[in-house]
Antibody, heavy 121, light 112 residues
Framework: QVQLQESGPGLVKPSETLSLTCTVSGGSIKDFYWSWLRRPAGKGLEWIGRMYNNQTTFYNPSLKSRVAMSVDMSKNHFFLKLSSVTAADTAIYYC???????????????WGRGTLVAVSS | DIVMTQSPDSLAVSLGERATINCKSSQSVLFRSNSLNYLAWYQHKPGQPPKLLFFWASTRESGVPDRFSGSGSGTEFTLTISSLQAEDVAVYYCHQYYNAPFTFGQGTRLEI
């Protein structure tokens, strides 16, 4: 059974860079699409971006200028960096795997439990 | 971006009664070449990751009770719980994966 686990600092200062790691166990990170999402308090789910095999990335245009994703396939980890954070970036951050069907990048079939990141001085 | 709008925002239903949640997309999420609706439903409880309920609008994920059903096509979709159980209290989201950026409805809070 594939399992995902987010990790990283729970507190980041304004204007600094938020860095998170997603550890994938029970399956290979290779040949799947992986995404980061977040849910600010009192709001709905927001998709941040996706990546594939360290080759292709697609970021939400609303965050594109501040987001970078990467992967370490040797460790089955993938990463999120979000720069110049503000209080509006305070949220629970999730990593998730896309289901693949006949080449279609489809829904999220596995999620991490999420990690709360607060932006505050 | 495809905007997903759910109704209602919150819903209180008695145990054993039917609950219906609607989801509308600002453009069709039906891919005509394969006749698939690129629409999923998730159940989200506090402290847990979102749980996949349906994909392709009406394909039930393994392990999801059959009191849950998903329907609809094009731009209008419905999640129905035929007989509400206490464990169904959660926030429910629809999600389109037809186009990136992938988007979600604002969520419907289901209470007893």
């Amino acid at each position: 059974q594939v399992q995902l686990q987010e990790s990283g600092p729970g507190l980041v200062k304004p204007s600094e860079t938020l860095s998170l790691t997603c550890t994938v166990s029970g399956g290979s990170i290779k040949d799947f699409y992986w995404s980061w999402l977040r849910r600010p308090a009192g709001k709905g789910l927001e998709w941040i971006g996706r990546m594939y095999n360290n080759q292709t990335t697609f970021y939400n245009p609303s965050l594109k200028s501040r987001v970078a994703m990467s992967v370490d396939m040797s460790k089955n980890h993938f990463f999120l960096k979000l720069s110049s954070v503000t209080a509006a970036d305070t949220a629970i951050y999730y990593c998730a795997r896309h289901y693949r069907f006949r080449g279609i990048i489809a829904h999220f079939d596995h999620w991490g439990r999420g990690t709360l990141v607060a932006v505050s001085s | 971006d495809i905007v997903m709008t759910q109704s209602p925002d919150s819903l209180a239903v008695s145990l054993g009664e039917r609950a219906t949640i609607n989801c509308k997309s600002s453009q069709s999420v039906l891919f005509r070449s394969n006749s698939l609706n690129y629409l999923a439903w998730y159940q989200h409880k506090p402290g847990q990751p979102p749980k996949l309920l349906f994909f392709w609008a009406s394909t039930r994920e393994s392990g999801v009770p059959d009191r849950f059903s998903g329907s609809g096509s094009g731009t209008e979709f419905t999640l129905t719980i035929s007989s509400l159980q206490a464990e169904d209290v959660a926030v429910y989201y629809c999600h389109q994966y037809y186009n990136a950026p992938f988007t979600f409805g604002q969520g419907t809070r289901l209470e007893i």
